[in-house]
Nanobody, 121 residues
Framework: QVQLVESGGGLVQVGGSLRLSCAASGTIFSIYTMGWYRQAPGKQRELVSTLTSADRTNYADSVKGRFTISRDNAKNTVYLQMNSLTPEDTAVYYC???????????????WGQGTQVTVSS
């Protein structure tokens, strides 16, 4: 089994910062991409940021310049530093990983349970 466990969500005021963490554990052979998606009430889940094993980053336009994704491969952990938060950033943030559990298995998508981020004005 593979588990992705997020932490670091919470309540913050406009302009504040939060740092999300997500640790992958279990039987893991290789992780290719890790990242973050979010889903606000009444909206579809959307990409926030991803980071590949080749250190290629991708950010949603709405978070560019404010959010920074990073990764500790030794710990199978991905981070999301979120600065200058606005109420529009309020959502449940989900950790994502594209990985293989063994050399002979196919790559698969795995998700965390989500962590709530609420930005108050």
């Amino acid at each position: 089994q593979v588990q992705l466990v997020e932490s670091g969500g919470g309540l913050v005021q406009v302009g504040g910062s939060l740092r999300l963490s997500c640790a992958a554990s279990g039987t893991i052979f290789s992780i290719y991409t890790m990242g973050w998606y979010r889903q606000a009430p009444g909206k579809q889940r959307e990409l926030v940021s991803t980071l590949t094993s080749a250190d290629r980053t991708n950010y949603a336009d709405s978070v560019k310049g404010r959010f920074t994704i990073s990764r500790d491969n030794a710990k199978n952990t991905v981070y999301l530093q979120m600065n200058s938060l606005t109420p529009e950033d309020t959502a449940v943030y989900y950790c994502y990983a594209d990985l293989k559990r063994a050399r002979w298995t196919d790559r698969g998508d795995y998700w965390g349970q989500g962590t709530q981020v609420t930005v108050s004005s």
